[in-house]
């Protein structure tokens, strides 16, 4: 396979990723920003004798509580979270290899220190997938870097 090549599929397979990033974070925050919502409305209009436009909203409490199970039982056994954080990792991890590939075989302690800064970055967002073996030392010949944590291939 030719530099050329393997930078087309780096690229097609980024944007898939990010994509995937893209979507499975806004079908998990939406769920569960959802589900959280109605939880409150729920509490809020239950046992009340409220009326909006003629509308008794407490004959709606129960249609509203299935609404926030069923947003919460298909974030979970959807797995929108883990779906969203591998393809945050795989997103993240193919610009690093580009970005490695055009460093060349000796990349810089600058190239090595922003791949630290970026997985670091990860680890936080996602609540340490990325587990950090050794941190960077400018000026280390050889370091371990740091390992994803979640499931590979998820699309």
Same mark, same amino acid.
């Given at each position: 396979?030719?530099?050329?090549? +393997?930078?087309?599929?780096?690229? %097609?397979?980024?944007?898939?990723?990010?994509?995937?990033?893209?979507?499975?974070?806004?079908?998990?925050? +939406?769920?569960? #920003?959802?589900?959280?919502?109605? #939880?409150?409305?729920?509490?809020?209009?239950?046992?009340?004798?409220?009326?909006?436009? #003629? =509308?008794?909203?407490?004959?709606?409490?129960?249609?509203?509580?299935?609404?926030?199970?069923?947003?919460?039982?298909?974030?979970?056994?959807? #797995?929108?979270?883990?779906?969203?954080?591998?393809?945050?990792?795989?997103?993240?991890?193919?610009? =690093?290899?580009?970005? %490695?590939?055009?460093?060349?075989?000796?990349?810089?302690? %600058?190239?090595?220190?922003?791949?630290?800064?970026?997985?670091?970055?990860?680890?936080?967002?996602?609540?340490?997938?990325?587990?950090? /073996?050794?941190?960077?030392?400018?000026? /280390?010949?050889?370091? /371990?870097?740091?390992?994803?944590?979640?499931?590979?291939?998820?699309?």
């Amino acid at each position: 396979m030719t530099n050329e090549q +393997l930078a087309s599929e780096i690229t %097609k397979r980024r944007k898939q990723a990010d994509r995937g990033c893209r979507a499975w974070s806004t079908a998990f925050h +939406l769920a569960f #920003g959802i589900s959280t919502i109605s #939880g409150v409305v729920v509490a809020a209009i239950a046992g009340k004798n409220i009326s909006v436009c #003629g =509308i008794n909203l407490s004959d709606y409490v129960p249609l509203i509580a299935l609404l926030g199970s069923i947003l919460s039982a298909a974030g979970v056994f959807g #797995g929108f979270e883990r779906k969203w954080k591998a393809n945050r990792i795989t997103r993240n991890e193919l610009d =690093i290899l580009s970005l %490695k590939i055009a460093a060349g075989e000796n990349p810089s302690d %600058k190239v090595q220190e922003y791949i630290d800064i970026v997985r670091t970055h990860d680890a936080a967002i996602l609540n340490d997938s990325f587990k950090l /073996e050794k941190p960077f030392q400018p000026g /280390e010949a050889k370091r /371990e870097t740091l390992v994803p944590q979640t499931a590979q291939g998820v699309r």
